[in-house]
């Protein structure tokens, strides 16, 4: 079945790279999703990445896909103290419906 | 758009009590979801409707919980009668679906005393 895997942890210190990572098992995902979930927020709509390209860009965050490897990754640029949030990747279930299944997320500290 | 809303943020309730939680999902978008978010089992999917006819419930833990979408712009999910171990932060979302992304809810943090 569908199933979506993370590390649980990441620390980085300040002004660092963080990169988080990803894989996935349905090969005829659409769309791949990040979101971010600060602490006692619902989740946020980070980036997205539709599956026919390798990378996308906006200001600090990466995403990288490699569709042979199953494999997505986050990177965020200059990690800041604001950064620090679970992050959840998740792929679209089917096109054909709007359910997503989403990783168990990653919990990103960052040390000043 | 003021995204997806839900109501109460925060409930406190006793064990046996039923429970109603609320969500508004972003005007036009065609599924809602109804998820819990718990520590030990993290993120879990309970239900979601598509123009406003649920259409898979698997994840609804037992027959305490059912969940209601009148019309496009509400929707409930019941707890009766509540239990401790039904203490979790539920959240909302809404998608205009063909895989398009989910906007969630800021949730309802309930407690089961």
């Known amino acids: 079945g569908e199933d979506v895997e993370q590390s649980l942890f990441l620390s980085v210190r300040e002004g660092d790279s963080s990169v988080i990572n990803c894989t996935y098992t349905d090969s005829s995902s659409t769309y791949l999703y990040w979101y971010k979930q600060e602490p006692g927020a619902g989740l946020q709509l980070l980036t997205y990445?539709?599956?026919?390209?390798d990378m996308k860009q906006d200001q600090r965050l990466t995403v990288l896909l490699n569709k042979k490897d199953k494999h997505l990754s986050l990177r965020i640029a200059d990690t800041q103290t604001g950064d620090s949030a679970i992050y959840f990747c998740?792929?679209?279930?089917?096109?054909?419906?709007?359910?997503?299944?989403f990783g168990q997320g990653t919990t990103l500290q960052v040390k000043p | 758009d003021a995204g997806v809303i839900q109501s109460p943020r925060h409930e406190v309730t006793e064990m046996g009590q039923e429970v109603t939680l609320r969500c508004k999902p972003i005007s036009g978008h065609d599924y809602l979801f109804w998820y819990r978010q718990t520590m030990m089992r993290g993120l879990e999917l309970l239900i979601y409707?598509?123009?406003?006819?649920?259409?898979?419930d698997s994840g609804m833990p037992e027959d305490r919980f059912s969940a209601k979408m009148p019309n496009a712009s509400f929707s409930t999910l019941k707890i009766q009668p509540s239990e401790p171990r039904d203490s979790a932060v539920y959240f909302c979302?809404?998608?205009?679906?063909?895989?398009?992304?989910?906007?969630f809810g800021p949730g309802t943090r309930l407690l089961v005393l």
């Open positions: 990445i539709f599956s026919n390209m």
């Open positions: 979302a809404s998608s205009p679906g063909g895989g398009g992304a989910q906007y």
């Open positions: 998740a792929e679209t279930f089917s096109s054909n419906t709007g359910k997503l299944i």
């Open positions: 409707f598509n123009n406003n006819v649920p259409i898979d």
